[in-house]
């Protein structure tokens, strides 16, 4: 079956910019998470949900980012006013029960953002 | 607070060589331990895990790794390395208290030598 999925796979936007990076995990899986990838760095955690309610969301690093998942598929992680420092790769990952600990997760490739 | 230490950025060895990558851990009870692997334009693939029982763990692709509590280590080893190996290498911890985070490493990219 279809993997994880993300769109676009990369965007370029200009500082001060809204932006939307879509996920869409695999079906049937009710465990969401959202993660960033600066250069040359692990992935860093943002954001964790259990079907529709976002259960973990202490990695979102301020106001400017937020994340829903209003039918406990898809997913859309939003950024206001970007800034250059937002630039990195944002990976989406799914699991078919919640808890990293207890299930693998599996990612998608990933949307590759660039604030000019 | 959980971290994960990966020593060596870049490592590179011959195709047929051993290999081992290094990570060591800080966590105060018993973690639950990942590596992953991330080839160019792909996802993250799991390639092993270690949650409790036997040390010695066997992953995908022949990759192997062992959990040794008193060096707060979990090496990744693997006897003969292909071409195709060549990618990022990242270890990861979790918890059974932070169900929903995994922590990763900065990554260990290998190069492998024709």
């Known amino acids: 079956g279809a993997g994880v999925s993300q769109t676009p796979s990369n965007k370029v936007t200009e500082k001060g910019k809204y932006v939307e990076l879509r996920c869409d995990p695999i079906?049937?899986?009710?465990?969401l998470y959202w993660y960033r990838q600066s250069l040359g760095q692990g992935p860093e955690f943002l954001i964790y949900f259990q079907g529709t309610g976002a259960a973990d969301d202490s990695g979102l690093p301020n106001d400017r980012f937020f994340a829903v998942r209003p039918e406990g598929s898809v997913s859309t992680l939003k950024i206001q006013r970007t800034e250059r420092g937002d630039s990195a790769v944002y990976l989406c990952?799914?699991?078919?029960?919640?808890?990293?600990?207890?299930?693998?997760?599996?990612f998608g490739p990933g949307t590759r953002l660039t604030v000019l | 607070a959980q971290s994960v230490t990966q020593p060596d950025i870049h490592i590179t060895v011959s195709e047929g060589a051993s290999l081992e990558l290094r990570c060591n851990y800080s966590?105060?009870?018993?973690?639950?331990l990942f590596w992953y692997v991330q080839s160019p334009g792909q996802g993250l693939q799991l390639l092993l895990k270690?949650?409790?029982?036997?040390?010695l763990v066997q992953g995908i692709k022949g990759f192997e790794a062992e959990f040794k509590r008193s060096q707060s280590s979990f090496n990744l080893r693997k006897p003969s390395v292909h071409w195709s190996d060549a990618a990022e290498y990242f270890c990861a911890v979790g918890s059974y208290s932070s169900a929903s985070k995994i922590i990763f490493g900065s990554g260990t990219r290998l190069s492998i030598r024709p």
């Open positions: 966590y105060g009870a018993t973690p639950y």
């Open positions: 270690y949650f409790s029982g036997d040390t």
């Open positions: 990952a799914s699991s078919p029960t919640g808890g990293a600990a207890y299930n693998e997760q599996f």
């Open positions: 079906s049937g899986h009710t465990a």
